[in-house]
């Protein structure tokens, strides 16, 4: 089972900008709901954003409306975090988790049950 691959984690100032992306090879984005969840140490993992593949439909939490962006390239088959104006809050490990079973994300793309393949996570610090 080809799991997601994620990258582009580091450290930044508070205000600064980073991308993540996360490869998701071994099946094909005909209808799949790809999001990238986060935990940060003593706190439950929520979901942070999510695309439906078809149809590119976006899905974020209020915590990062207007500063994050998720996007796709199926060419690639890999997916984006860009975000921007990072706080400290952001701090967190970044995991990027697929729904294979041919779903759109819908009302429920932070429901963390619905991901069958995950990644192994990429490390966001933000310092103040």
């Known amino acids: 089972q080809v799991l997601p691959v994620e990258s582009g984690g580091g450290s930044v100032q508070a205000g600064g900008s980073m991308r993540l992306s996360c490869v998701v090879s071994?099946?094909?984005?005909?209808?799949?709901?790809l999001a990238w969840f986060r935990q940060a140490p003593g706190k439950e993992r929520e979901g942070v954003a999510a695309?439906?593949?078809?149809?590119?439909?976006?899905y974020r939490s209020a915590s990062v409306e207007g500063r994050f962006t998720v996007s796709q390239d199926k060419d690639k088959s890999t997916v984006y975090l860009q975000m921007n104006n990072l706080e400290h809050e952001d701090s967190a490990i970044y995991y990027c988790?697929?729904?294979?079973?041919?779903?759109?994300?819908?009302?429920?793309?932070?429901?963390?049950?619905?991901?069958?393949?995950w990644g192994r996570g990429t490390q966001v610090t933000v310092s103040p």
């Open positions: 988790a697929a729904d294979t079973f041919g779903r759109p994300c819908g009302t429920t793309w932070s429901s963390l049950g619905r991901f069958d393949r």
């Open positions: 071994g099946f094909t984005f005909t209808e799949t709901c």
């Open positions: 695309i439906s593949s078809r149809y590119g439909a976006t």
